[in-house]
């Protein structure tokens, strides 16, 4: 007879769960279990994480929640299916909302409204297992039978636990007692906090964390045993051998709940339209328009790529979604917000017709396939810098437009960190604060907490460091455990999302500590839920602009700042000598560096260093080879002539992610999607597995296209050495175009451009 876990907890309840999502499916799925229920905290933020790893381990994924109640009980909640999930989502929505931060409490009334949820009794903290230890046996009989009114027989379950804790027999016993007077089922859980047995100091030394204690500490929050692992079904079935019934029922609940978050379909946001208005002609209306203000002609070449790109938007439903975006550039200007899209959007010719980004992607040449196509997985992405004193402006916008039951902010997941997990777990452990914040505060802020060891090894400055003392050794051990581990929702710097149905039927909601509302879903699982996010970011440097610009006007000066040339000697040679303080994205140390040995004298210039000066070239050696190049110190060779037109503007280094997309198409034959899944594949550095095999397809296709084998293999590994590094063109060309622009404004109003950078401190490589 098998079990299913139906009461786990993973890492996202924040400090009282030991194990990670992928963890705990891994151990069920190696134990021949056939579903696992997971139920943290007042949050369903593992939701997505878990639908996704139990796919690919053949599991059922039961989603469920273990809810706080307004007497600081608790119940285990667990969906049937997606009504139930939505019905969870509302839930958690009112007990956050309508609580203080950080408490949130369910009201009678809220779960007096679900609907297609299974209720089980809960632990310790559960009421029934109070009221029954507190000696209130009949109180305990009168809320079984008011949670029975509620939800049916069918639907609520005494749960047994047995933890080996004081009491548990007794406890047992008078549950089993309550459910055959109240006629009510029972079921069996563990109440798991971590996946095996060995895993109960880390989940101590987080409770300790949680209550501030040290494990020489008494607190009777901590966990008394190791007992709360995922145990085999041989060891329930001994745990429970009195009581085979409660085992079963286990299975049977599992077969009553479905798979959520299965559908892959996206819900997409519902631009307000005038009665029989459509959204994909209002598209092309407004895209043609735009096109025909920045074109004094269209010519064929406008009019296939658009023509090309509105098909596409058509085929995969997102003419909403780009009417959206467009309404909010809109407002903008219309509330004289100065903004500037980025990122892959610059590579849609619709999306410069349509005012979102001022980069032409025609005129450069820059593939759309990097932003969208149509056997892409996911959403394309839309980033907006906005001026960073109007931005929530923008924001409050959308609120007002769809109404905040359809909009909410995205959630960050803060993850432990090498100086957090240093900082917190040292405390734990019974370091003197005193002892553990200096080193702390060595580490790199950067440092993930599995690096501490690798970090003490490599860096020069901490190879002193204490931390080499065996002493530490039980802190660094588990500081690697903790690595990625959730320590609190946050709120993402600009993501918003927007939903045509309520927002909670699919996520709930709850107030960030910057006091917006926010999803319980970071940027990636949004999308896994099938929601739209919109970037809408924060730029200091517009502000800038639009002061500088403001004061010019004032003065008398005609100077438009979509009017400046790009071509301005003077600009340039300014930039060929370093003087670039205060110019965006040009003014580090690395940068001026780069300017003085690169003699820009073009805009291309610009828009090469934007990917030039990133962690990625430099740590790959590009910068180098590209100057020299550059410079005719090199010779610039293309492996093969079909590279030529590829490669020619970057001097034959693949510098950008456009390039590998193109080079897949010219070697290879390519479909835009296979070139795409190429590009992402080589760029996020994924399994080596999945790398080998796109390479034997790269040269098998290269191979019956006439390329011999052997250049064929050279040229994937050539790309493969420089693409891990490569830049998004569309995005280095979207902020070439500021950066160039704010030099121009320094090179030629340098009095106004100053005195905004002054007024609209900090901000910069030199606040």
Request: proline share 5%.
């Amino acid at each position: 007879m098998s079990f299913v876990h139906l009461h786990c907890h993973s890492s996202f309840s924040f400090l009282d769960g030991a194990s990670s999502v992928e963890d705990l499916v891994s151990q069920a799925a190696q134990l021949d279990m056939p579903a696992l229920a997971i139920c943290d905290h007042d949050n369903l933020s593992a939701a997505v994480q878990f639908a996704h790893a139990a796919r690919q381990s053949g599991l059922k994924a039961i989603q469920g929640v273990e809810i706080s109640l307004e007497d600081d009980s608790h119940l285990t909640l667990l969906a049937q299916n997606e009504q139930g999930y939505s019905s969870l989502c509302r839930l958690l929505t009112a007990a956050h909302l309508h609580n203080p931060r950080g408490q949130a409490r369910a009201a009678a009334r809220d779960l007096e409204a679900l609907s297609e949820v299974i209720v089980l009794s809960g632990c310790r903290r559960g009421n029934l297992a109070r009221l029954i230890l507190q000696g209130h046996f009949q109180a305990a009989r009168e809320q079984a039978e008011y949670y029975k009114s509620i939800w049916g027989r069918e639907n609520f379950y005494i749960e047994l636990q047995n933890l080996f804790l004081p009491g548990d027999r007794y406890l047992n016993r008078r549950l089993l007692e309550l459910a055959r007077e109240s006629d009510l089922p029972v079921v069996a859980s563990n109440n798991v906090h971590y996946a095996r047995h060995e895993d109960y100091f880390l989940h101590d030394l987080l409770c300790c964390a949680k209550k501030l204690c040290t494990v020489n500490d008494i607190d009777p929050d901590r966990p008394m045993n190791g007992a709360a692992y995922l145990k085999s079904a041989a060891e329930m079935r001994d745990l429970f051998a009195h009581c085979p019934e409660a085992l079963a029922n286990t299975l049977r609940i599992a077969d009553r709940c479905q798979p959520i978050l299965q559908s892959s379909v996206f819900h997409f946001p519902r631009f307000p339209l005038l009665p029989g208005q459509d959204a994909a002609l209002v598209l092309r209306q407004l895209t043609w328009e735009g096109a025909r203000r920045h074109y004094r002609a269209i010519t064929p070449a406008v009019e296939t790529r658009l023509e090309y790109e509105l098909g596409i938007i058509e085929q995969m439903g997102f003419p909403d979604y780009f009417l959206v975006v467009w309404d909010l550039a809109n407002y903008a200007r219309q509330q004289g917000i100065r903004y500037a899209g980025r990122g892959s959007a610059a590579d849609s010719l619709a999306a410069y017709c349509l005012g979102i980004t001022e980069v032409d992607s025609l005129q450069r040449g820059l593939l759309f396939e990097r932003f969208m196509n149509p056997e892409r997985v996911g959403m394309p992405d839309i980033d907006i810098d906005f001026e960073s004193r109007h931005r929530d402006k923008v924001i409050d916008y959308i609120y007002q437009k769809y109404g905040p039951e359809h909009v909410a902010r995205v959630a960050t997941y803060n993850c432990f960190r090498a100086r957090s997990a240093l900082r917190e777990l040292g405390k734990a452990l019974g370091f003197p604060e005193a002892e553990m914040d200096p080193l702390c505060k060595r580490m790199p802020f950067y440092a993930r907490a599995d690096q501490i060891r690798a970090l003490l090894l490599k860096l020069p400055e901490l190879k002193d460091s204490p931390l080499h003392e065996e002493r530490f050794e039980m802190l660094l051990e588990c500081c690697e455990r903790l690595a990625g581990f959730p320590r609190f929702l946050g709120m993402h710097l600009g993501g918003v999302v927007i939903s045509d149905p309520p927002i909670t039927q699919f996520t709930p909601l709850q107030r960030s500590g910057q006091g917006p509302v926010i999803s319980q879903f970071d940027k990636d699982d949004i999308e896994g839920l099938g929601l739209v996010k919109l970037d809408l970011l924060s730029l200091r440097t517009l502000s800038v602009i639009q002061d500088a610009t403001g004061q010019l006007r004032q003065s008398g000066h005609d100077l438009e700042y979509d009017q400046i040339p790009l071509d301005d000697r003077a600009t340039y040679e300014m930039i060929n000598r370093g003087e670039t303080i205060g110019v965006f994205q040009l003014e580090s140390p690395a940068q001026r560096a780069l300017q003085s040995r690169f003699q820009a004298s073009e805009f291309e210039d610009v828009v090469a260093s934007m990917a030039l000066i990133r962690p990625g070239p430099i740590k790959g050696n590009m910068v180098d080879p590209y100057v020299a190049r550059r410079l005719g110190q090199e010779e610039v060779s293309y492996m093969h002539p079909w590279l030529e037109p590829i490669l020619k503007k970057t001097y034959g280094v693949v510098l950008f992610q456009e390039q590998v997309i193109e080079i897949g198409r010219a070697i290879a034959g390519f479909s835009p999607a296979e070139a795409d899944q190429l590009r992402r594949v080589m760029t996020h550095s994924r399994s080596q597995k999945r790398m080998q095999e796109l390479g034997q397809t790269f040269v098998d296709r290269a191979v019956e296209r006439g390329v011999e084998q052997n250049l064929a293999e050279d040229i994937f590994n050539s790309m493969l050495g420089y693409a891990s590094y490569g830049f998004c063109e569309a995005h280095a060309a979207a902020f070439a175009t500021t950066s160039y622009k704010t030099a121009y404004l320094i090179k030629h109003h340098p009095a106004q451009y100053y005195a905004a950078i002054l007024n609209n401190q900090p901000m910069g490589f030199y606040p």
